[in-house]
């Protein structure tokens, strides 16, 4: 039996010691600097970066002859001559066409190559990766006259499936590398829990990993659209008929020995930049999503 006494011998229990106090994060050195030290900079680089398009649009809108640093009063003049005169329309329509057939294609080649990267393990592995890098650093100008054999052959110089083909050709390597690497940060785990679920390994693939792969799909397709919009070295080379060509090749005919008309040349710079900012506009938050996904290595 306790009594009163042996209670109240009984020492008192110690009280809780106190936590560590947590170290105070550390600013980064770039957000320690005052702020006119960042916007400075981002300041001038931006407005460096406006000048040209500034220039463009003053050659484009204001009438031939004139010097005034405002275009005012405006004029269309420019773009109906190139859009009309100088077939830009078809020009325009060809750029479109080669652009969303080689995005598609180098879409799906890339994605299932990229998947036979990230998912199976073969002898040649390592060396078919170091030959995908290695093709990184051979110049397109290299490929013209294998390219230009190949298609004489079959029978496809001076249409647009020519340009079409090498412009793939050109975009696969380096988008099956990012492809493979979007599907490594896909958990495989889920293509398992799918294959228990009844799913064979297409099911699973189109109902669980393509899904997560639409922000890298939209970065690979987005650069393969806008190289080939861009491209002119294989347009130039593959198509000899005036219908046939696109707009960097008809850019280059506004040009020549000896005069060269700005207004003009200006429009025309004007319609070829236009797609290709309203594309990355309405896709921005993909990109950087997709890029931030493949850069992760899985």
């Known amino acids: 039996m306790i009594t009163k006494e042996a209670t109240a011998a ?16 550390k600013r980064p ?13 981002l300041g001038i680089y931006l407005v460096f970066t406006l000048i040209p398009f500034y220039w463009i649009l003053l050659f484009a809108l204001r ?26 329309g078809t020009f325009f329509q060809n750029s479109v066409l080669v652009g969303v057939a080689t ?8 994605l ?13 592995k390592r060396a078919f990766m170091l030959a995908l890098l290695c093709s990184q650093f051979v110049p397109g100008a290299l490929l013209l006259v294998p390219l230009f054999e190949i298609f004489a052959e079959l029978q496809m110089i001076n249409s647009l499936g020519s340009v079409i083909i090498a412009e793939t050709v050109f975009q696969l390597p380096l988008s099956m590398i990012l492809i493979s690497n979007f599907i490594k940060n ?35 397709g987005s650069f393969a659209f806008v190289h080939s919009w861009n491209h002119f070295l ?37 319609i070829a930049a236009v797609p290709v900012v309203i594309v990355f506009a309405f896709i921005q938050k993909w990109l950087i999503t997709g890029f931030s996904a493949g850069a992760v290595k899985g």
């Open 10 to 25: 009984a020492p008192a229990p110690a009280p809780a010691a106190p936590e560590p106090p947590r170290p105070a994060k």
């Open 29 to 41: 050195a770039w957000d320690e600097a005052p702020r006119w030290q960042i916007y400075l900079p």
């Open 63 to 88: 009438p031939a002859g004139s010097t005034s640093l405002v275009p005012w009063p405006m004029t269309t003049v420019h773009f109906e001559k190139v859009w009309t005169d100088r077939s830009f």
């Open 103 to 110: 995005l598609i294609m180098t879409t799906l080649v890339a």
């Open 112 to 124: 299932a190559g990229g998947y036979a990267l990230a998912r199976f393990d073969f002898k040649v």
């Open 186 to 220: 896909v958990p495989y785990s889920l293509e398992e829990a799918a294959w228990v679920d009844g799913c064979n390994r297409m099911r699973a693939f189109r109902v669980v990993v393509l899904p997560l792969l639409r922000p890298g799909l939209i970065a690979v």
């Open 234 to 270: 294989f347009a130039l080379m593959f198509l000899n008929n005036q219908e046939k060509q696109t707009i960097p090749v008809g850019l280059n005919t506004l040009m020549s020995a000896d005069s060269v008309d700005l207004g003009a040349l200006a429009a025309g710079g004007i």
